[in-house]
């Protein structure tokens, strides 16, 4: 099993930033994280997806302004969120895969076994 602990959310104004971290901890190899959220009344989205060798992909909307990254001694994934706009407001959900699946893939079905809790990012105009 694989235990996801999301931190560092919180209320900022349009145009702020926040960074996000979720510590994994457990037996498995994790192959793949991903960040995905879910806004009030819509369906969770692939925010951005990172593997074992470094392949990153975001969805266009977030494309320069957030950066994904991991941390593979302390076993932290951070998503470091810059310009943040309302639309970005949702509950963000730090997830993990032991599967291989290339991140393109994860990031367009977020078929991740493993979820954390979630944090709530909320920005406001």
């Known amino acids: 099993q694989v235990q996801l602990v999301e931190s560092g959310g919180g209320s900022v104004q349009a145009g702020g930033s926040l960074r996000l971290s979720c510590a994994a901890s457990?037996?498995?190899?994790?192959?793949?994280m991903g960040w995905i959220r879910q806004a009030p009344g819509k369906e969770r989205e692939g925010v951005a997806t990172i593997d074992e060798n470094g392949s990153i992909n975001y969805i266009d909307s977030v494309k320069g302004r957030f950066t994904i990254s991991q941390d593979n001694v302390k076993k932290t994934l951070y998503l470091q969120m810059n310009s943040l706009q309302p639309e970005d407001t949702g509950m963000y959900y730090c997830?993990?895969?032991?599967?291989?699946?290339?991140?393109?893939?994860?990031?367009?079905?977020?078929?991740?076994?493993?979820w954390g809790q979630g944090t709530q990012v909320t920005v406001s105009s």
């Open positions: 997830a993990a895969s032991s599967s291989g699946a290339a991140s393109s893939w994860l990031l367009r079905t977020k078929a991740f076994p493993y």
């Open positions: 457990g037996y498995i190899r994790i192959r793949s």
